[in-house]
C-alpha cells in the first residue's frame, strides 16, 4: 500500500482552478520533488496533502486513511500525528529559544520532553545554540531548527515548501544534505523547490503547470521522460 | 509548556503588552476614583451644600400663624411671641440628632445707628452648648454660615461689646475694623457703644445688618431668655412621594408608612421631630434649598457613574484596538501554533490567559494609581480627603474583566478565522 494516494483533486478558489485533476501516488520512504512556475499551484497541493485544506474535489488517502470528509477538527490532528512541515520563511515562535520552540510541537502533539529535544537540535548540528532565541540565529539554523521540530513528533510524510528559498548556497547545502540524510533514514519527503540542481537530490520529480501535472521524471526509471496532460 | 509559552509572551515581549496594561490601569484608575469619590462623597457635598444656609426655620407657633395670615415675619419683634433659649439645645436629642450639623438662635430687632434704621441680630457666634446627654457641641453662625467672608475676627459670644458689620451697612456708614459704632435699641434712649470686631460679606440680605451677641439684644429689649427664632441646617435624605404625603399631613400615612418616614432623615420629618422637642414652635422646611440638595447630591454621583461607565468603555475600545494590533502582528505565530495541531481552544486559552494576566497588572497599578487619584479629588474639590472604601475592590475587578474580556472579542473573532495555510505562506 502506498503511503499517500491522491485521485483526481482539484482546488478552486473562486473563479481560479488552482488543481485540476490531480492523480499522485507517493511511496514510503520516497523523496518527491514538487516544481513549476509561480502560481502554478505547488503551495495549493502542498496545503492539501498537509492537512492544512481541504481539497474542493477529489479522494485523499493518507497511510490508509481516508480524509476526503473529515471535518476541520479531524485534520487539525491528522496534521499533528502525521505531517511534519518546513516554510519557506522559518516560522519560529519569536520569544521562545530554540529547544522551547521544538518543545511546543511535542506539547500540542503529546507531551514536552526537553531531553528529546535537546537530541533532536543535537541531530542538526545545534546543541550549542538550544537555548537561543531565533533572533540570536543565522537563517541556515532557524530552518535547522524548522526540520528538527518538522522530525519531533516522527510524522510519516515530511512537507517543506522551498525549504532552501530563504537561504544562501553555504547554508542551503547544509539543509539539503540533512534532507539527504534524512531520506537514507527512510523518511518520505516532498519538497517544493525552484532549483533543478535541488530537484536533481530527489527520486523523482514531477511538475506542476496551471494546476496540472505537466511532466515528471524519475530516476529509478533510468531516463524515460513521460507527457501526461 | 502552557506557561513556559505565556511566560515568554509576557516577559520577553513585554513592551508590547505594557500599552495594553497601561489603558487599562488608566481606566481602572478612573473607576477607582469615581467610586471612592462617590460612596464618600455623599457627605462631603451635603456638607458643601449646607454652607448655602439653613433649610429649617424654627419660629413660636402664635408666630407662625401670623405669619400665615398676616404676613409678619417671626424674630421682628412686632409678634410678641418667642421660644425660649433653653430649649435650642432639645434640638440636639432629636432622633436624627446626627444629622443636624448645625443651628443658632437669632433674636432680631430694629434699631438705629445715627440717623439711620437698621437691622440688628442677636446671636449664637460660636457657643460651647452642653448638651442635657452631656455631650458637648459647639454650634453658632460661624458654622451655620460658614460661607461668610469675614475681614477681621469673628465675635466670641462673651464678648457682649462686639459687632459684626454686614459689608455693605460698612460702606454706607464708613465703619472700619475697631471702630465704635453706637447703637438705640427700641425703648432705649441711650445708645450703647459697641466694638466693630469683623465686617463680613454674606452674598445676601445680612451684609445690611449688624450681628451682636444674644444677651446684648435681650437685655436692650428687656427680653431675657427669649429668642425670636432658630435656624437650622441638617443633612437630609431627597424627598420622595411618601415625604411629600406626610409633608402635607403627616397624620394621614399609616401606622407603618409612618414608622418608615419617621425613620427617615427627610427634611420634614426632622422638622416633625423639631417641634416635637422644642416647646411651642414651628418648624419650617426653607424647601427649595433641602429638596434641591438631594438632587444635586443624586446628579453629582450620576455623573460621576457616567464618567466612570465612558472612560471604561474607552479604554475597552483602546485595548481592542491594541489587542486587534497585537494579534495581527503575531498571525504567523498563531497560524503556526494551529499547524502544529493547536486547537482553536488551545490558542483562545493562550492568548486570553495572556492578556488576562496584562490586565491583572495593569488592574493593580490602576487600583493604587485611583486611589491617589481619589485623595486628589477630594482635596481639589472638597477640601478632605476621601476615605478609601474596601466595598470598590470588587466593583474594580468586574471592572477590569469586563473591559480585557469586551477588549479583546473581536481580536479573539480574528484568532478563530485565522487559517494557518493563509498566514504561513505569506499570503
Ligand atoms: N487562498 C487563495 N485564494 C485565492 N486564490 C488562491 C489562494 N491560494 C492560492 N490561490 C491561487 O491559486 C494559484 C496557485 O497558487 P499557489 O500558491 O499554489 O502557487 P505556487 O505554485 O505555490 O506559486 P509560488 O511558486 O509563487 O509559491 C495561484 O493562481 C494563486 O493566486
Ligand atoms: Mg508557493
Redesign the interface.
Known amino acids: 500500500m502506498s503511503l499517500l494516494e491522491l485521485h483526481d483533486v482539484s482546488m478552486v478558489y473562486g473563479s481560479v482552478k488552482a488543481l485540476q485533476g490531480i492523480d499522485l501516488t507517493v511511496e514510503k520512504g520516497e523523496w518527491l520533488a514538487l516544481m513549476g512556475p509561480s502560481g502554478s499551484g505547488k503551495?495549493t497541493l502542498m496545503?492539501i496533502i498537509g492537512c492544512?485544506?481541504k481539497a474542493s474535489t477529489g479522494s485523499i488517502v493518507l497511510d490508509g486513511v481516508d480524509f476526503t470528509d473529515v471535518t476541520a477538527?479531524n485534520l487539525?490532528?491528522l496534521?499533528?500525528?502525521k505531517i511534519g512541515?518546513v516554510?519557506?520563511?522559518f516560522?519560529l515562535?519569536?520569544?521562545?529559544t530554540a529547544v522551547?520552540n521544538l518543545?511546543?510541537?511535542?506539547?500540542?502533539?503529546s507531551m514536552?520532553d526537553e531531553q528529546e529535544a535537546l537530541l533532536a537540535l543535537e541531530r542538526v548540528g545545534l546543541k550549542e545554540r538550544a537555548r537561543h532565541?531565533p533572533s540570536q540565529l543565522s537563517g541556515g539554523e532557524q530552518q535547522r531548527v524548522c526540520i528538527a521540530?518538522a522530525l519531533i513528533n516522527y510524522p510519516m510524510l515530511i512537507l517543506a515548501?522551498e525549504p532552501t528559498g530563504n537561504l544562501d548556497e553555504a547554508n542551503a547545502k547544509i539543509v539539503l544534505e540533512f534532507f539527504q540524510q534524512l531520506h537514507r533514514e527512510g523518511h518520505t519527503i516532498i519538497m517544493v523547490t525552484h532549483d533543478p540542481k535541488v530537484a536533481e537530490l530527489a527520486e523523482r520529480c514531477i511538475v506542476l503547470e496551471h494546476g496540472r501535472i505537466a511532466n515528471w521524471k524519475d530516476r529509478r526509471v533510468v531516463c524515460r521522460e513521460e507527457e501526461v496532460s | 509548556m502552557f506557561w513556559e509559552m505565556l511566560k515568554g509572551a509576557l516577559v520577553r515581549q513585554s513592551r508590547k503588552m505594557f500599552m495594553v496594561a497601561i489603558t487599562i490601569a488608566l481606566g481602572v484608575s478612573l473607576t477607582t476614583a469615581m467610586l471612592n469619590v462617590m460612596l464618600d462623597v455623599g457627605d462631603k457635598v451635603n456638607r458643601e451644600l449646607k454652607a448655602y444656609g439653613a433649610n429649617i426655620t424654627v419660629i413660636p407657633r402664635a408666630a407662625s400663624v401670623l405669619r400665615d395670615v398676616y404676613g409678619i415675619e417671626a424674630s421682628s419683634g412686632k409678634t410678641g411671641q418667642y421660644l425660649q433659649e433653653a430649649d435650642v439645645g432639645k434640638l440636639k436629642t432629636i432622633f436624627w440628632a446626627n444629622n443636624i450639623v448645625a443651628f443658632s438662635p437669632l433674636l432680631e430687632t430694629k434699631a438705629t445707628v445715627g440717623s439711620d434704621d437698621i437691622t440688628v441680630v442677636g446671636t449664637w457666634f460660636n457657643r460651647q452648648l452642653e448638651l442635657p446627654t452631656g455631650e458637648v457641641v459647639e454650634t453658632g453662625i460661624k458654622e451655620l454660615k460658614s460661607w461668610w467672608t469675614v475681614e477681621g475676627n469673628w465675635i466670641n459670644d462673651t464678648d457682649i461689646k462686639g459687632a459684626m458689620v454686614g459689608s455693605t451697612l460698612a460702606r454706607k456708614l464708613n465703619l472700619h475694623i475697631g471702630d465704635s459704632v453706637e447703637i438705640v435699641l427700641p425703648g432705649g434712649t441711650q445708645g450703647e457703644a459697641l466694638t466693630v470686631q469683623g465686617i463680613f460679606n454674606s452674598g445676601g440680605a445680612e451684609d445690611d445688618q449688624i450681628f451682636v451677641t444674644l444677651p446684648f439684644v435681650q437685655q436692650g429689649l428687656n427680653l431675657p431668655g427669649k429668642i425670636g427664632k432658630i435656624e437650622v441646617s441638617a443633612i437630609t435624605t431627597p424627598e420622595n412621594e411618601l415625604a411629600r404625603k406626610a409633608a402635607h399631613d403627616p397624620k394621614s400615612l399609616s401606622l407603618k408608612e409612618w414608622e418608615t418616614w419617621y425613620c427617615t432623615a427627610y427634611v420634614s420629618s426632622i422638622a416633625y421631630q423639631i417641634e416635637e422637642a422644642v416647646g411651642d414652635s414651628r418648624a419650617k422646611p426653607v424647601r427649595q434649598v433641602a429638596e434641591s440638595e438631594g438632587t444635586i447630591l443624586q446628579k453629582t454621583q450620576l455623573l460621576m457613574l457616567l464618567i466612570t461607565g465612558l472612560s471604561l468603555a474607552g479604554s475597552a475600545l483602546g485595548i481592542s484596538n491594541l489587542l486587534m494590533a497585537n494579534i495581527m502582528e503575531r498571525s504567523r505565530e498563531f497560524g503556526l501554533l494551529k499547524a502544529l495541531g493547536a486547537t482553536d481552544r488551545d490558542v483562545l486559552l493562550l492568548t486570553l490567559t495572556e492578556i488576562m494576566t496584562t490586565g491583572l497588572v495593569g488592574g493593580i497599578a490602576g487600583y493604587f494609581l485611583g486611589l491617589g487619584f481619589a485623595q486628589i479629588i477630594g482635596h481639589n474639590v472638597f477640601g478632605t480627603a476621601v476615605a478609601i472604601n474596601a466595598m470598590v475592590i470588587p466593583w474594580v475587578i468586574i471592572s477590569v474583566i469586563l473591559i480585557t474580556l469586551v477588549g479583546s472579542l473581536p481580536a479573539m473573532r480574528m484568532l478563530l478565522s485565522l487559517r494557518p495555510a493563509a498566514v504561513l505562506h505569506g499570503r
Open positions: 503551495t496545503n492544512m485544506d477538527g487539525t490532528m496534521r499533528r500525528d512541515l516554510f519557506q520563511q516560522h515562535i519569536p520569544y521562545l522551547e518543545m511546543v510541537a511535542q506539547y500540542y502533539h514536552p532565541l521540530r515548501d
